[in-house]
């Protein structure tokens, strides 16, 4: 059985089936028998979506909202195949990203140069186009209307340019894809999370992320939702966190500008430093070699992404 965690009011997350076992989480809103979806994972998440709706004993036709917080393929890469197979869903995107999900070959041609094709083809498989006349592009300030309940759209950069995030009104929560950074379970520890910012290629911006995260703050929300992974509590403490950690990413990055060929070696070895430290202080106990596979990607693209931006910044 795949993960799978009720928050109560009607908000669930289950594992994507993305990768590895809770690396990815789907998020399921349910409001008088309507339903959203929040973020796709890869093509490999039809089944447990589908598992999903039968667990609470809602057909495919219930679902109206197909809700991407941004098109990385992570989040985005199985938003076709649900298309297809959910009628009555209607795919909800930032202007920004809703002609890549019509016709994704420069999205797919963009992952495959970092991938590779033999990754893509094995890790995504083909991303299905969704028909234009059903997606709604997610402007700032976009309210949809799911039962009961209103889902604010906002528009949060520093991620992505494309990047959006989700106000539930009626728990006063945020659905935040990866703007409210990464916080994966096998850090708890005794009930208290880890978190640490994802700043990954190509349009990573401190200054942005910065802005976004207190934009989401001032909502005063009482949980975040993040697709890496599911719920996090205690929001003003991980957005201290969350801000230090993205600093001390960026510092190191600085600190690092003028290394030449070994830059890229040079970052990611500051973020992995900086990163078993603050875990170790956390008081996380798993083996150095574990987190390391756990955090492996993420300590590959958070250095990408900062070197990108130390090349690209004005």
Same mark, same amino acid.
């Given at each position: 059985m795949f993960d799978w965690r009720d928050y109560k009011n009607g908000i669930y997350a289950f594992d994507a089936g993305y990768v590895r076992p809770i690396l990815a989480a789907i998020h399921l809103l349910v409001d008088d028998g309507r339903v959203a979806l929040i973020d796709t994972g890869s093509n490999d998440s039809l089944p447990n979506v @589908?598992?999903?709706?039968?667990?609470?004993?809602?057909?495919?036709?219930?679902?109206?909202?197909i809700i991407l917080t941004h098109i990385h393929l992570d989040h985005a890469g199985g938003a076709g195949t649900l298309m297809r197979e959910l009628p009555n869903a209607r795919l909800v995107v930032h202007p920004r990203g809703s002609r890549h999900m019509a016709e /994704?070959?420069?999205?797919?041609?963009? +992952?495959?140069?970092?991938?590779? =094709?033999?990754? +893509?083809?094995?890790?995504?498989?083909e991303i299905l186009p969704i028909a234009a006349e059903r997606i709604i592009d997610a402007h700032e300030?976009?309210?949809? =209307? @799911?039962?009961?309940?209103?889902? %604010?759209?906002?528009?949060? /950069?520093? *991620?992505?340019?494309?990047?959006?995030?989700?106000?539930?009104?009626k728990t006063n929560s945020i659905f935040t894809g990866d703007m409210f950074g990464l916080s994966y379970r096998e850090f708890d520890v005794d009930?208290?999370?880890?978190? @640490?910012?994802?700043?990954?290629? $190509? =349009?990573?911006?401190? +200054?942005? #992320? *910065?802005?976004?995260?207190?934009?989401? #703050?001032?909502? $005063? /929300?009482?949980? #975040?939702?993040?697709? *890496?992974?599911a719920?996090?509590?205690? +929001?003003? $403490?991980?957005?201290?966190? @969350?801000? =230090?950690? %993205?600093?001390? *990413?960026?510092?190191?990055?600085?600190?690092?500008?003028?290394?030449?060929?070994?830059r890229h070696a040079a970052i990611?070895?500051?973020?992995?430093?900086? %990163? %078993?430290?603050?875990?170790?202080?956390?008081?996380?106990?798993?083996?150095?070699?574990?987190?390391?596979?756990?955090?492996?990607?993420?300590l590959e693209l958070n250095a990408q992404g900062l070197a990108y931006w130390l090349d690209h910044r004005l």
């Open positions: @589908l598992a999903a709706l039968e667990k609470l004993g809602l057909g495919r036709d219930a679902v109206d909202y /994704p070959s420069k999205l797919v041609a963009g +992952v495959t140069a970092v991938y590779g =094709q033999d990754y +893509v083809d094995q890790v995504y498989g300030g976009l309210t949809l =209307q @799911l039962g009961g309940r209103e889902l %604010l759209c906002i528009d949060t /950069p520093g *991620h992505a340019k494309h990047h959006i995030c989700i106000v539930d009104r009930g208290r999370q880890f978190i @640490l910012p994802t700043t990954s290629p $190509t =349009q990573f911006d401190p +200054v942005e #992320m *910065h802005a976004s995260i207190n934009r989401l #703050m001032s909502f $005063t /929300p009482t949980a #975040m939702y993040l697709t *890496h992974y719920q996090v509590y205690d +929001v003003t $403490t991980q957005a201290a966190a @969350l801000r =230090q950690r %993205l600093d001390s *990413h960026v510092a190191i990055a600085e600190a690092h500008a003028n290394a030449g060929a070994g990611k070895q500051g973020i992995t430093d900086a %990163l %078993l430290a603050d875990l170790r202080t956390h008081g996380c106990s798993l083996p150095e070699a574990d987190i390391i596979d756990v955090l492996a990607t993420d």
